[in-house]
């Protein structure tokens, strides 16, 4: 039975008790008031205080419905750890088939997720707990007037546990979980996203406090314009109106997640829609080894785990749970009860050859990564992962000339820094290329501060080739930290 049907059923009866005893008590009233002088037994004062106990109960149970309801809640929904697993394997078979649309008549799950089934990642869980408090204790934000953001966007590559966090939140808060591709919204007939996503959202206000998580929310959310496709702008509009038809504290909270933040409508990302944006990476060094750790939970093994967690890296959070999944299959294949090197080379082989999305580096792949990203922290002086596609820019309203120059610079770091250390020019980020083109064509076309974008970029270029090979020491240390570590931090700068 679902949380919000015992909750109706507690109210029904409730009232029921109450209205039953203020009728009883009130003919008991008017017969003792009728017939008073015939009435010798004490049995109709017994009458009488019975139902204003009943009375009062009543009222106490009313108000403490809520504890009564978790009470009951937790009776029923403790899963047993098989059923987790469950849930875990059911999890798996998901995301292998997550653009197929389970049921059109949409329903909520009990997650039994909660954080600690969440490997690393503890930056992004510091994120969500405020959301699971809220949601467990309204009271404590409302009697302040704060409001929360009705939506959440975590944005990151495949497989890094967005899909997971979002039941977390859900288990941790232990409220329903309505889940919902992207795709799943994408109809034939013009309206029928739309009808959808009103259904969607009239079923988690009913059973409000809840989470609705829309995975692959690109799906409907690209940007307008352009060749125009009526079903799902009418699916999008239907989105944002929803968004904005109800209040941060009806207690339903909007968790999306995408690949790619850039390609997602201006509409969705403003403020009192998705006002929250959690961005999650692929796992460094130390998350890999939490991950490996939980998937070894209980099961023998005999290799180096930290030496697995560095020759990992590339690999997102699913792949090492397939990876470690396979080595197992392995070893059975063997007939072995203990996991050894050679089950988790067989496997990744196979994780490798079968993943087409997930980045598997070579050492000297990860080496040019490492110079770009050391490149990228030494010329902006801040902290950068491995996998950071993000720079660190200045980000004024007023911007002077120097400040726009100096973020086409950080822009170039990267590429720039591979170039003069490998002297070899490399491939690997057209994003921030293309960013500090765009900006050097505004400075040109807007602000008319310069005449030339490509000499201005040329210009940029060699005075950055003569600082980077001026500090080429440092940067070969900040790259073995990289190397080591896959961050660095300020303090390493
Ligand atoms: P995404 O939504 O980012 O594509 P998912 O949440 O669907 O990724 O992750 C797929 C599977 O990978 C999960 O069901 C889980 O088995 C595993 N996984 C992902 N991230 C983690 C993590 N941080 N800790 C433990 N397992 C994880």
């Given at each position: ?238 989105l944002l109106t929803q968004m904005d038809g109800f209040e941060g ?245």
């Amino acid at each position: 039975m679902s949380r919000d049907s015992n909750k109706n059923i507690l109210d029904k009866n409730f009232k029921l008790m109450g209205m039953s005893a203020i009728i009883l008590l009130v003919l008991f009233l008017y017969t003792l008031y009728k017939s008073s002088d015939h009435i010798k037994s004490g049995s109709y004062y017994f009458g009488i205080i019975f139902l204003l106990l009943l009375i009062v109960f009543a009222i106490f149970a009313r108000f403490k419905q809520e504890k009564i309801q978790k009470f009951l809640n937790k009776e029923k929904g403790e899963g047993s750890t098989f059923s987790k697993e469950l849930n875990r394997a059911q999890d798996n078979s998901r995301t292998n088939s997550k653009h197929e649309d389970f049921s059109s008549n949409i329903t909520a799950v009990t997650s039994n997720i909660t954080f600690k089934d969440v490997a690393g990642i503890s930056q992004t869980k510091g994120e969500l707990e405020e959301i699971v408090d809220f949601l467990n204790n309204p009271k404590k934000y409302l009697k302040h007037g704060v409001k929360l953001p009705k939506g959440v966007l975590l944005v990151g590559p495949p497989g890094v546990g967005k899909t997971l966090i979002a039941r977390a939140v859900a288990g941790e808060a232990d409220v329903p979980f309505f889940y919902q591709s992207g795709a799943s919204f994408v109809q034939i007939y013009v309206g029928m996203g739309a009808k959808k996503v009103r259904e969607l959202f009239t079923k988690a206000k009913a059973t409000a406090p809840a989470i609705v998580f829309i995975d692959e929310i690109d799906a409907i959310g690209k940007k307008r314009g352009g060749k125009t496709n009526d079903e799902r702008e009418s699916t999008l509009n239907e989105l944002l109106t929803q968004m904005d038809g109800f209040e941060g504290d009806s207690g339903v909270i909007v968790i999306a997640a995408t690949n790619k933040i850039e390609v997602l409508d201006d509409a969705l990302l403003r403020a009192g829609r998705f006002d929250r944006r959690v961005f999650i990476n692929l796992p460094n060094i130390e998350d890999r080894k939490k991950i490996l750790e939980l998937y070894l939970t209980s099961k023998h093994y005999e290799f180096d785990l930290d030496r697995l967690a560095l020759e990992t890296s590339g690999f997102s959070s699913a792949a090492l749970s397939t990876l470690i999944n396979e080595a197992l299959l392995n070893m059975i294949k063997r007939e072995a009860k203990v996991i050894e090197l050679e089950d988790i080379e067989a496997a990744k082989t196979k994780v490798e050859f079968g993943k087409k999305d997930s980045l598997v580096l070579s050492m000297e792949q990860k080496d040019i990564l490492c110079i770009y990203q050391a490149s990228k922290a030494f010329v902006s002086k801040s902290k950068v992962s491995l996998f950071d596609e993000s720079t660190k820019k200045i980000d004024s309203i007023y911007p002077s000339y120097n400040e726009l120059l100096e973020n086409i610079k950080r822009y170039l770091a990267g590429s720039i820094g591979v170039e003069v250390i490998k002297k070899e020019k490399y491939a690997i980020n057209s994003e921030d290329l293309n960013k500090a083109y765009t900006l050097a064509q505004k400075i040109v076309d807007d602000y008319k501060m310069a005449k030339d974008a490509n000499v201005l970029i040329e210009n940029i270029s060699n005075d950055l080739r003569s600082y980077l090979s001026h500090n080429a020491t440092d940067i070969n240390r900040l790259k073995n930290i990289m190397l080591k570590n896959e961050v660095i931090t300020n303090d390493d700068i």
